[in-house]
């Protein structure tokens, strides 16, 4: 199988297509792809993650503990570079965006040191924004 990197794609629920549009594109500055009125697919940092509207909300979230966090079992999210996503840190303070865990570093001196974030959007999908200290050490346990 080659190595070149390619666009993955992820879709997930939402309770309302026109708040996640507003949300994801003002909030996270993604670009609107194709959609419908029961579906939107958006440009999430060069990947293709697509929101497909549910019915029934989901109020469960169940967590695993990691690092001494209780981390979403079910979110997805991007690798950043330090700086952008120091950026979007900053950016997501600045829009009063409400963390489930605030910004800070993980695993501080060990192998995977990283920063990370969770937040959630307006359907409750939690997102994780982290970025390594080393870029090799993405896949080291």
Known sequence: MENNLRPFHLAFPVYNIQETIKWYTTILDC??????EKWVDFNFFGHQISAHKIDL????LTTNPVDGYNIPSRHFGIVLNMKDWKFLSEKLK???VSFIIEPNVRFKGEKGEQATLFIKDPSDNVLEFKAFKNDNMIFEN
């Open 94 to 96: 600045s829009n009063n």
């Open 31 to 36: 670009s609107i792809g194709r959609q419908d």
């Open 57 to 60: 909300e989901e109020t469960e």
